[in-house]
């Protein structure tokens, strides 16, 4: 019977930089999505959460740089408590699946391994094949996976944008 699941996963980053944002969360989605067998036409939606000092992009971009353009994604603030990890990429996949939730392959990866030690159980990672692998599965058309200006984004309250309805 198929249900949905959450599958959790964490990155940090070295920097708040955009090119280190997106690669880390585009090395955490395919890691996730590797481990599980995720395919994006049985995600629900995906929420992602940064740490306060993580500004420099949005994490659900790398989401649709892989193909994810039907999926609903957001955004938001992880709580900011004193003594919490540092410039952390999380993320909350709601996938529908036949798998019951105790064969569900959460990921956390880098620094972040410290969020959740007993659920810490991933192999060695290759990042050099895990590039390759991103490479082949990023989105051609870049131009779909830019971030639009509020004015132009019909799911915005703002929207310029008549007759179209957001995801």
């Not at 306060?52 to 989401?63: G, Q, V, Y």
């Not at 019909?154 to 929207?159: T, V």
């Amino acid at each position: 019977m198929t249900v949905c699941r959450g599958v959790r996963g964490a990155i940090t980053v070295q920097q708040d930089t955009r090119d280190e944002v997106l690669s880390a969360t585009r090395q955490l989605l395919a890691l996730m999505i590797r481990r599980n067998g995720i395919d994006a036409a049985d995600v629900a939606s995906a929420i992602f959460t940064v740490t306060r000092d993580i500004e420099s992009e949005f994490p659900a971009l790398a989401a649709r740089q892989l193909g994810w353009l039907e999926v609903p994604l957001l955004c938001g603030y992880e709580v900011s408590v004193d003594g919490s990890l540092p410039r952390c990429i999380r993320v909350l996949i709601h996938w529908n699946t036949d798998l019951p939730q105790a064969d569900i392959n959460h990921v956390y990866v880098r620094d972040a391994v410290r969020l959740r030690p007993d659920l810490n159980v991933l192999p060695p990672v290759d990042f050099e094949e895990l590039e390759r692998w991103i490479s082949e599965h990023l989105c051609e058309d870049q131009s779909t996976a830019k971030a639009v200006p509020a004015s132009q984004d019909p799911a915005s309250p703002g929207s310029d944008v008549k007759g179209a309805s957001g995801a």
